[in-house]
């Protein structure tokens, strides 16, 4: 006990140096030789809150006793509060993740250097960091990644493994060599670490609308009918008289209906023509129009995801769904429709019933299957749902979250939309 109390000292004195990685490591050992010590959890997960990984210091905190740790309540509420910055910090890692992963680091780059360059409320976190350098580095700018360190946040500067990095790729002469040093060619395809997404907040319900058809009225009309067909029968002949009329009308109608039907049906065989010769012309030419097809969707998703961070959500809307449509089951596909049903929650016109949390969950792509965003839908249909007054369901939501998905932001996230129904639902005793 006495060795992990010098451990435990040693690692606050490296807190106050700003060390913390170093720290990190060091109330990590004591958790594995001790895993109930609540100061030891409660300054590990302080720690890697400050290194921009909120999810695991709350996981760190779910044992620890409020009456022990005072402070514990605001700091559970300020991480929750700035979801929504930890969503677009996850967001944009993702997408330079992305990118690098196709060699595009110029791209990359610019994601990310959109990101350092705004005044955040919170911790970037240190694989953010680390992956800025290795994009630097790949488009000949390694000087520049250092002088971003050396003017980072002391947690940043005194890194170790972010010195490291830096230390391999001024060794490195390649750009082969400096995707070797940091960016794996089959790692985990998406970071979890950030809270996600597409977000926990306040939802409204509107947009899609489900029409059908009441046949209980038509039948109360044909009960009136038979009653006045015993009551008054000259008044029933003028009825019948009308909807002769009536009827004569709906068919000269359907006749004109007919007509440019037919007219509409020439027009789409013609297409199917022109098509049919178009794809012999590639045929001809060994030209692939799948490929070409997946080119065009990975386009039209990347025209989306700039119009969404660009703040122009229709036209986000409008690549999106272009995108789903051309090619619904590459890598990117999980992303295009979650960013689509992002922008239509930020617009206010996502439904809760809305088809394509169904086609979420039923996509049968590995992506889909896959996706690290199931929780993040599910969190944004059960606050839809709770926006709508439909509080039942949205509780039926959050029971899966926390079921499912007990280690990821969600499930904190869940539990808070939990407590703010129970406290709306409570009767109001007050006068």
Known sequence: MKQLTIKYNQAIALIREGKLEEAKHLLESILAAAP????????????????????????????????????????????????????????AFNRALMLSREKNFEDANLVLSQLLDRNLPVPL???LYKLTVIVKAANGKLEEAVELIEAGPKYIQSSPSILKIINQLQKASL??????????????RKLRTGPLAAGAV????????????????????????????????ERLTIEHKNEISGLQSKIASLESEKVLLAEQLDAESEKIREQEKTEEIYRKADINLETIEITKARQAFNQGYSEYTSGHLEKAIEKFELSLSLNGSQYYSDDALYYLAKAKYELNTLNPEDPLFGQF??????????????DDLLLIRANSYKESGDNQKALEVVSVIKTEFPN????????????????????????
């Open 36 to 91: 109930l010590h609540p100061q030891t959890s409660w300054a590990l997960g302080l720690v890697e809150t400050q290194l921009g990984d909120p999810i695991t210091g709350l996981s760190r905190w779910e044992r620890l006793n409020l009456e022990d740790f005072p402070q514990l309540e605001s700091r559970r509420e300020i991480i929750i509060s700035n979801r929504n910055v930890y969503e677009d910090i996850r967001t």
């Open 125 to 127: 976190p240190l694989e």
């Open 175 to 188: 750009t082969t060599s400096v995707v070797a040093a940091g960016v794996p060619p089959e790692p985990k």
């Open 202 to 233: 306040a939802l409204a319900a509107a947009g899609l609308f489900f029409f059908y058809q009441d046949n209980s009225e038509p039948a109360v009309e044909r009960n009136s009918e038979v009653a006045g067909e015993a009551n008054n029968e």
């Open 361 to 374: 969950s039923g996509g049968t792509s590995e992506h889909f299957k896959g996706s690290p965003y199931k």
């Open 408 to 431: 990821e932001w969600t499930s904190q996230a869940a539990k808070s939309l939990e407590k703010v129904i129970g406290q709306e639902s409570q009767p109001n005793l007050t006068n």
